[in-house]
């Protein structure tokens, strides 16, 4: 009896042991970095539909390039239609007439360029041509957005699109004075604060190829964010008593209390006050203001109350021990009378 008393106390307390991390799915890094980019829904379907203009493309402002799509129909002794698409260098091939080059150049004298080169070969040919395929071009967005780089955006996109593709702003991006720089080296300030307020489109242009956009920080924290800048991509590592532990994005930045917030915020079962983190295989105690580094593991104890009163907690055990020894006293006096 006493050998069983044992056996059943020693279970007791190995489960006491192995509380409520495990029921908080500790080590759960599939919410916050994805697998393959940090861009969403990409629609990987080749045939995509056409694209969605805010209105009729504007053929003397409109400037082809590199994979715009041209529809040709040349009406002669035999009927032809075919699409041509303009390639890297620049150039529309035309079978049966030849190659035209028309990067540059607006939709309208691009047009024009085409049918005149038609008509050498076909004369008195009927010959209609439109566009029917826009290009997509790479555009580079730096400075405080959360992930700086390049981006594939559609012709006639706007401003606030082409920032959604890299994240979005930086918490600390000053949006009151975005520089756009063309091709050109013209340089425009934009704010989507005022496009925000008024709804005028001069503060969110349609973007064109080959601008970069720059993207700057709020004076306050810019040497802040200058000492945390780092093109390493290792995410943060948020467990113990949060309501959403895993893995997240590394930010230029963000602090302590940023990321536990970014991971649900602290459970009722954890300790605030108590939280450290791992860097370089160093335990560091860490207010909510301590900046976090590429690769930084940031813990939230159990709280003293958890420990006492939590599920699974040292009184319930106590409890359940004194319970069973309790029980068996019963039985022993009751098998001795």
């Not at 009927?79 to 607006?106: A, M, Q």
């Not at 405080?144 to 401003?159: D, K, Y």
Request: hydrophobic share 40%.
């Amino acid at each position: 009896m006493r050998i069983l008393l044992l056996y059943i106390i020693s279970i007791s307390i190995l489960t006491g042991q192995a509380r409520a991390p495990s029921e908080l799915k500790f080590g759960e890094f599939d919410k916050k970095v994805p697998n393959t980019s940090f861009l969403d829904n990409q629609d990987l379907n080749i045939n995509k539909q056409s694209s969605v203009l805010e209105q009729a493309l504007n053929p003397g402002k409109y400037i082809i390039g590199p994979g715009d799509i041209f529809g040709i129909n040349i009406n002669t002794m035999e009927k032809f239609f075919f699409s041509s698409k303009v390639g890297p260098s620049g150039d529309v091939l035309i079978p049966g007439v030849g190659l035209i080059y028309v990067s540059g150049i607006n939709l309208t004298n691009s047009i024009k360029m085409i049918s005149n080169r038609i008509a050498k070969t076909y004369n008195n040919a009927e010959v209609d041509i439109s566009i029917v395929g826009l290009k997509s071009f790479k555009i580079q967005i730096f400075g405080a957005v959360n992930n700086p780089g390049f981006v594939v955006i559609e012709a006639t996109s706007r401003l606030d699109i082409a920032i959604d593709k890299v994240g979005g702003l930086h918490r600390y991006a000053n949006e009151d004075n975005i520089l756009i720089t063309d091709l050109d080296g013209s340089t425009k300030s934009i704010s989507l604060l005022k496009y925000l307020s008024d709804g005028d489109l001069k503060n969110n242009p349609q973007i064109s190829e080959g601008d970069k956009i720059f993207v700057p920080f709020e004076s306050n924290y810019t040497s802040k964010i200058e000492n945390n800048l780092t093109y390493k991509k290792v995410p943060i590592l948020v467990s113990g008593f949060v309501n959403e532990p895993g893995a997240i994005n590394y930010f230029p930045g963000y602090t302590v209390k940023d990321y536990i917030g970014l991971a649900g915020g602290v459970s009722d079962m954890g300790n605030v006050n108590k939280v450290y983190l791992h860097r370089h295989s160093q335990k560091i105690n860490a207010s909510d203001n301590e900046p976090v580094l590429p690769g930084d593991h940031i813990i939230v104890p159990e709280g003293t109350f958890a420990v006492l009163f939590g599920k699974n907690s040292f009184l319930q055990n106590l409890t359940a021990l004194f319970s069973i020894i309790s029980t068996y006293t019963i039985i022993s006096d009751r098998l001795n009378n």
